[in-house]
């Protein structure tokens, strides 16, 4: 079973840069599709970004243009490079991952959070205005 450490989150202004990482522990983390949601106060848990097997990527509207995701297999890492912060980006980060077919390994990430099996603990992002 993989585990998911997040970490990188903290206080910034708008307009700021930040990076997140997520560890993964345990040996099958390649067959995963990963994911970052987050969830802010009173609102239900969205999805960020993902990204398959074979590195295809997904975006949330809200931040095409503004967020990558990566992975490197080999660190077991994925990480999410958040440029031009806004206060709406204000949540708590969560990595996940989708277990992913090899026959599948070139499908978009879902974005429905039920379709992820395993999570981080989460980080705190919070964007000041």
């Known amino acids: 079973q993989v585990q998911l450490v997040e970490s990188g989150g903290g206080l910034v202004q708008a307009g700021d840069s930040l990076s997140l990482s997520c560890a993964a522990s345990?040996?099958?983390?390649?067959?995963?599709?990963m994911g970052w949601f987050r969830q802010a106060p009173g609102r239900e848990r969205e999805f960020v970004a993902g990204?398959?097997?074979?590195?295809?990527?997904e975006y949330a509207d809200s931040v095409k243009g503004r967020f990558t995701i990566s992975r490197d297999n080999a660190k077991n890492m994925v990480y999410l490079q958040m440029i031009g912060l806004k206060p709406e980006d204000t949540a708590v980060y969560y990595c996940?991952?989708?277990?992913?077919?090899?026959?599948?390994?070139?499908?978009?990430?879902?974005?429905?959070?039920?379709?992820?099996?395993?999570w981080g603990q989460g980080t705190q992002v919070t964007v000041s205005s």
């Open positions: 345990g040996r099958t983390f390649a067959v995963y599709c």
């Open positions: 990204i398959s097997r074979a590195s295809t990527t």
């Open positions: 996940a991952g989708d277990p992913q077919a090899y026959s599948e390994r070139d499908r978009p990430p879902r974005k429905e959070p039920s379709a992820y099996d395993i």
